[in-house]
Protein backbone atom coordinates (compact mmCIF):
# COMPACT_ATOMS: atom_id res chain seq x y z
CA UNK A 1 0.00 0.00 0.00
CA UNK A 2 1.52 3.67 -1.35
CA UNK A 3 2.45 5.57 1.75
CA UNK A 4 0.21 8.68 -0.45
CA UNK A 5 -3.48 8.32 -0.34
CA UNK A 6 -4.58 11.04 -1.79
CA UNK A 7 -2.84 13.43 -5.01
CA UNK A 8 -4.21 17.02 -5.67
CA UNK A 9 -3.82 18.16 -9.05
CA UNK A 10 -3.96 22.03 -9.85
CA UNK A 11 -5.69 22.19 -13.14
CA UNK A 12 -3.87 25.27 -15.99
CA UNK A 13 -0.10 24.51 -16.36
CA UNK A 14 -0.16 21.15 -14.74
CA UNK A 15 -2.97 19.07 -16.53
CA UNK A 16 -4.07 21.16 -19.59
CA UNK A 17 -1.73 23.60 -21.62
CA UNK A 18 -2.88 27.47 -21.16
CA UNK A 19 -1.91 29.01 -25.07
CA UNK A 20 0.56 32.26 -24.47
CA UNK A 21 -0.84 35.57 -24.81
CA UNK A 22 0.05 36.03 -28.47
CA UNK A 23 -2.23 32.86 -29.10
CA UNK A 24 -5.07 34.82 -26.49
CA UNK A 25 -4.85 37.54 -28.49
CA UNK A 26 -4.77 36.15 -32.17
CA UNK A 27 -7.59 33.81 -31.53
CA UNK A 28 -9.63 36.66 -29.51
CA UNK A 29 -9.23 38.78 -32.47
CA UNK A 30 -10.59 35.83 -34.71
CA UNK A 31 -13.20 35.53 -32.59
CA UNK A 32 -14.36 39.46 -32.74
CA UNK A 33 -13.95 39.07 -36.67
CA UNK A 34 -11.19 41.89 -36.13
CA UNK A 35 -7.26 42.44 -37.97
CA UNK A 36 -5.21 39.20 -37.28
CA UNK A 37 -1.93 40.48 -38.93
CA UNK A 38 1.03 40.41 -36.87
CA UNK A 39 1.42 43.83 -35.77
CA UNK A 40 -2.21 44.15 -34.65
CA UNK A 41 -1.60 41.07 -32.58
CA UNK A 42 1.99 42.39 -31.34
CA UNK A 43 0.22 45.89 -30.30
CA UNK A 44 -2.41 44.24 -28.58
CA UNK A 45 -0.41 42.11 -26.71
CA UNK A 46 2.16 44.95 -25.52
CA UNK A 47 -0.68 46.79 -24.16
CA UNK A 48 -1.52 43.82 -21.99
CA UNK A 49 1.56 43.45 -20.82
CA UNK A 50 2.11 46.60 -19.77
CA UNK A 51 -1.54 46.81 -18.25
CA UNK A 52 -0.55 43.43 -16.11
CA UNK A 53 2.28 45.39 -14.40
CA UNK A 54 -0.30 48.26 -13.56
CA UNK A 55 -0.13 47.83 -9.46
CA UNK A 56 -4.73 48.50 -9.64
CA UNK A 57 -4.40 45.82 -12.24
CA UNK A 58 -1.98 43.39 -9.75
CA UNK A 59 -4.15 43.93 -6.53
CA UNK A 60 -7.41 42.75 -8.75
CA UNK A 61 -5.69 39.81 -10.06
CA UNK A 62 -4.83 38.52 -6.37
CA UNK A 63 -7.83 38.34 -6.33
CA UNK A 64 -9.87 37.48 -8.79
CA UNK A 65 -10.43 33.58 -8.70
CA UNK A 66 -12.37 34.45 -5.31
CA UNK A 67 -15.27 34.72 -6.51
CA UNK A 68 -17.20 34.43 -10.63
CA UNK A 69 -17.58 38.64 -9.48
CA UNK A 70 -14.20 39.59 -8.91
CA UNK A 71 -13.05 37.20 -11.45
CA UNK A 72 -15.14 39.60 -14.10
CA UNK A 73 -14.14 43.05 -12.68
CA UNK A 74 -10.53 42.18 -12.41
CA UNK A 75 -10.46 41.39 -16.12
CA UNK A 76 -12.49 44.65 -17.19
CA UNK A 77 -9.69 46.55 -14.88
CA UNK A 78 -7.58 45.10 -17.07
CA UNK A 79 -8.96 45.64 -20.60
CA UNK A 80 -10.00 49.05 -19.56
CA UNK A 81 -6.05 49.65 -18.20
CA UNK A 82 -4.82 48.36 -21.46
CA UNK A 83 -7.19 50.36 -23.89
CA UNK A 84 -8.99 48.02 -25.21
CA UNK A 85 -12.77 48.06 -26.15
CA UNK A 86 -14.99 45.59 -27.07
CA UNK A 87 -16.07 43.18 -28.98
CA UNK A 88 -12.33 42.21 -28.40
CA UNK A 89 -12.50 42.94 -25.17
CA UNK A 90 -15.31 40.58 -24.98
CA UNK A 91 -13.59 38.23 -26.70
CA UNK A 92 -10.43 37.77 -24.98
CA UNK A 93 -12.50 37.23 -22.19
CA UNK A 94 -14.62 34.24 -23.71
CA UNK A 95 -11.10 32.85 -24.64
CA UNK A 96 -9.64 33.07 -21.70
CA UNK A 97 -12.98 31.48 -19.70
CA UNK A 98 -13.31 28.82 -22.64
CA UNK A 99 -12.01 25.46 -21.28
CA UNK A 100 -11.54 24.25 -24.86
CA UNK A 101 -8.81 26.48 -25.27
CA UNK A 102 -6.92 24.49 -22.37
CA UNK A 103 -6.55 20.72 -23.79
CA UNK A 104 -5.22 18.55 -21.72
CA UNK A 105 -1.87 16.68 -22.03
CA UNK A 106 -1.81 13.32 -23.20
CA UNK A 107 -0.52 11.62 -20.38
CA UNK A 108 -3.44 12.74 -17.89
CA UNK A 109 -5.75 10.20 -18.62
CA UNK A 110 -3.49 7.36 -18.01
CA UNK A 111 -2.22 8.35 -14.74
CA UNK A 112 -5.37 9.35 -13.20
CA UNK A 113 -6.47 5.76 -14.23
CA UNK A 114 -3.36 4.53 -12.92
CA UNK A 115 -4.13 6.54 -9.81
CA UNK A 116 -7.57 5.63 -9.29
CA UNK A 117 -6.45 1.68 -9.93
CA UNK A 118 -4.06 1.66 -6.91
CA UNK A 119 -6.93 3.39 -4.51
CA UNK A 120 -5.40 6.87 -4.61
CA UNK A 121 -8.18 9.52 -3.90
CA UNK A 122 -8.07 12.41 -6.47
CA UNK A 123 -8.60 16.03 -6.06
CA UNK A 124 -8.64 18.81 -8.14
CA UNK A 125 -7.79 21.75 -6.79
CA UNK A 126 -7.58 25.09 -9.25
CA UNK A 127 -7.68 28.85 -8.79
CA UNK A 128 -10.69 29.25 -11.44
CA UNK A 129 -13.50 31.15 -11.86
CA UNK A 130 -15.60 28.52 -13.73
CA UNK A 131 -16.70 24.52 -12.49
CA UNK A 132 -14.90 22.27 -13.95
CA UNK A 133 -16.58 19.47 -13.32
CA UNK A 134 -18.35 19.61 -16.87
CA UNK A 135 -14.55 19.47 -18.64
CA UNK A 136 -13.89 16.20 -16.80
CA UNK A 137 -16.85 14.98 -17.93
CA UNK A 138 -16.53 15.88 -21.22
CA UNK A 139 -12.71 14.41 -21.83
CA UNK A 140 -13.95 11.32 -20.03
CA UNK A 141 -12.28 11.67 -16.53
CA UNK A 142 -14.32 12.63 -13.76
CA UNK A 143 -15.30 9.11 -12.78
CA UNK A 144 -11.51 9.52 -11.34
CA UNK A 145 -12.35 12.74 -9.61
CA UNK A 146 -13.32 12.23 -5.75
CA UNK A 147 -13.53 15.77 -5.01
CA UNK A 148 -13.45 19.77 -6.94
CA UNK A 149 -12.10 22.09 -5.04
CA UNK A 150 -12.62 25.24 -7.03
CA UNK A 151 -11.74 28.90 -5.41
CA UNK A 152 -15.06 30.58 -6.88
CA UNK A 153 -16.78 28.12 -4.83
CA UNK A 154 -14.92 28.53 -1.86
CA UNK A 155 -14.06 32.74 -1.73
CA UNK A 156 -10.56 31.51 -1.44
CA UNK A 157 -7.51 31.13 -3.84
CA UNK A 158 -3.88 29.66 -3.43
CA UNK A 159 -1.54 30.68 -1.65
CA UNK A 160 -3.69 30.55 1.15
CA UNK A 161 -3.88 27.90 3.07
CA UNK A 162 -7.42 27.25 3.97
CA UNK A 163 -7.85 26.04 0.51
CA UNK A 164 -5.74 23.18 0.82
CA UNK A 165 -7.41 21.89 3.97
CA UNK A 166 -10.67 22.65 2.24
CA UNK A 167 -9.21 19.71 -0.61
CA UNK A 168 -7.72 18.02 2.30
CA UNK A 169 -10.83 17.32 4.50
CA UNK A 170 -12.99 16.85 1.43
CA UNK A 171 -11.07 13.65 0.60
CA UNK A 172 -10.40 12.65 3.96
CA UNK A 173 -6.83 12.38 4.81
CA UNK A 174 -3.88 13.99 6.63
CA UNK A 175 -1.62 16.53 5.43
CA UNK A 176 1.37 13.85 4.96
CA UNK A 177 -0.87 11.16 3.10
CA UNK A 178 -1.36 13.52 0.59
CA UNK A 179 0.88 14.87 -3.01
CA UNK A 180 0.18 18.12 -3.89
CA UNK A 181 1.12 18.61 -7.85
CA UNK A 182 1.24 21.98 -9.57
CA UNK A 183 3.20 24.37 -11.78
CA UNK A 184 3.67 27.30 -9.68
CA UNK A 185 6.17 27.66 -6.72
CA UNK A 186 4.44 30.87 -5.14
CA UNK A 187 1.18 29.37 -5.40
CA UNK A 188 0.70 25.31 -5.49
CA UNK A 189 4.10 25.06 -3.62
CA UNK A 190 2.00 27.30 -0.28
CA UNK A 191 0.93 23.70 0.30
CA UNK A 192 3.72 22.65 1.98
CA UNK A 193 2.77 25.09 4.45
CA UNK A 194 -0.16 23.36 5.92
CA UNK A 195 2.41 19.83 5.58
CA UNK A 196 1.57 18.63 1.97
CA UNK A 197 4.50 16.93 0.54
CA UNK A 198 4.54 18.79 -2.89
CA UNK A 199 5.77 18.37 -6.37
CA UNK A 200 5.99 21.36 -8.63
CA UNK A 201 6.37 20.24 -12.43
CA UNK A 202 7.53 23.09 -15.05
CA UNK A 203 3.78 24.76 -16.57
CA UNK A 204 3.26 22.64 -19.83
CA UNK A 205 4.47 24.68 -22.97
CA UNK A 206 2.95 22.08 -25.22
CA UNK A 207 -0.33 20.26 -25.52
CA UNK A 208 1.85 17.04 -26.36
CA UNK A 209 3.92 17.51 -23.55
CA UNK A 210 4.59 14.20 -20.80
CA UNK A 211 5.41 14.63 -17.47
CA UNK A 212 2.82 13.33 -14.97
CA UNK A 213 5.25 10.17 -14.78
CA UNK A 214 6.72 11.62 -11.80
CA UNK A 215 3.35 11.47 -9.97
CA UNK A 216 2.82 7.89 -10.82
CA UNK A 217 6.74 7.04 -9.48
CA UNK A 218 6.24 8.94 -6.41
CA UNK A 219 3.08 7.40 -5.60
CA UNK A 220 4.91 4.05 -6.19
CA UNK A 221 2.54 2.56 -9.15
CA UNK A 222 3.06 2.91 -13.27
CA UNK A 223 0.72 4.57 -15.02
CA UNK A 224 0.24 2.33 -18.67
CA UNK A 225 -0.73 4.49 -21.82
CA UNK A 226 -4.37 3.98 -23.50
Known amino acids: MPSITAVLLDWRGTL???PPLTVWVERSLRRAGLDTAPPEVARIEAALLDAFQQPEVVRADAVADR?????RKSYD?????AGIPDPLAAALYEVESDPTENPFAPD???TLAALAGAGIRIGVISDIHFDLRPVFAAAGLAGYVDSYVLSYEHGVSKPDPAIFRIALAELGVEPGAAL???DRSGYDGAAVEVGIPTLLV???TDPTEERLHLVSGLCGITAQRR
Do not use: I, K, N, Y
Not at 67 to 71: E, G, I, K, P, Q
Not at 77 to 81: D, G, I, N, S
Open 16 to 18: VHT
Open 67 to 71: SVALH
Open 77 to 81: LLFAT
Open 108 to 110: VAP
Open 180 to 182: MVG
Open 202 to 204: PPL
